[in-house]
């Protein structure tokens, strides 16, 4: 990732957002979330560049996705990231495909970045994102995962998370598999998308690849 020269607190806030998270800190005794499906957006300080576009998407089924785009500068690009998101007692607790934990504060219909430790940060940046209504973004993530493809649907179970998604039609993908009997192994890039439920009209979430993946024939998500 593109080096910052931010401030310690401009640090604390974007690295705790994105995974440069230190593990330990705050009680961790997570309950489960009341189900909601929001999307949160700011703009957080750059030292090198205009500033950082951050967006936030919480699902209903407990997953999320991030997007983090460097506006001007000189390497100016977008990062896409993803994971599992549960609360505390009063905080949430963002867990990406690492294991690397986020803590956030809602606020009104907005959401607190907080330090490492879950605590407010004292400090003139914004460490704020709004709620927003915005599509899912289409950045590519790499992912690992198993899948298949059986009666004509594929599914994808990640290796990060352990959701299984089912998969837009991809042809390459259907070949790389090889009608084999069981889940395969592949890495590839992809991203969220919303598709609808033909008979009831209900919008879920389902993933598009964007690589022709690489499959592992005979492993795992331990390999």
């Given at each position: 990732m593109k080096k910052l020269m931010l401030s310690a607190m401009a640090a604390a806030v974007l690295f705790s957002l994105f995974g440069c998270h230190n593990r330990s800190g705050m009680d961790e005794r997570l309950v489960p979330l009341k189900p909601m499906q929001q999307s949160y957006h700011g703009v957080l300080p750059?030292?090198?560049?205009?500033?950082?576009?951050?967006?936030?998407?919480?699902?209903?089924?407990?997953?999320w996705v991030s997007n983090i785009r460097y506006i001007g500068g000189k390497t100016p690009g977008s990062y896409g990231n993803y994971g599992t998101w549960a609360r505390t007692a009063e905080k949430l607790v963002?867990?990406?495909n690492k294991g690397m934990k986020t803590y956030l504060l809602a606020r009104n219909e907005a959401l607190e970045i907080l330090d490492n430790s879950g605590k407010h940060i004292d400090s003139p940046f914004n460490h704020t994102l709004k709620a927003t209504d915005m599509p899912l973004p289409t950045t590519p993530i790499a992912m690992k995962g198993m899948y298949r493809y059986m009666a004509d649907t594929a599914t994808f179970q990640d290796c990060a998370t352990g959701r299984t998604f089912l998969m837009a039609d991809n042809a390459q993908l259907e070949r790389g598999f090889g009608g084999a009997a069981k889940p395969v192994l592949v890495v590839l890039k992809a991203h969220y998308i919303h598709m609808e439920n033909?008979?009831?009209?209900?919008?879920?979430?389902?993933?598009?690849?964007?690589?022709?993946?690489?499959?592992?024939?005979?492993?795992?998500?331990?390999?």
């Open positions: 750059c030292a090198d560049c205009e500033g950082i576009d951050v967006s936030l998407f919480l699902e209903k089924d407990g997953t963002l867990t990406d033909p008979d009831t009209g209900a919008a879920f979430k389902a993933l598009k690849a964007d690589s022709d993946g690489r499959f592992s024939p005979g492993k795992g998500c331990d390999d």
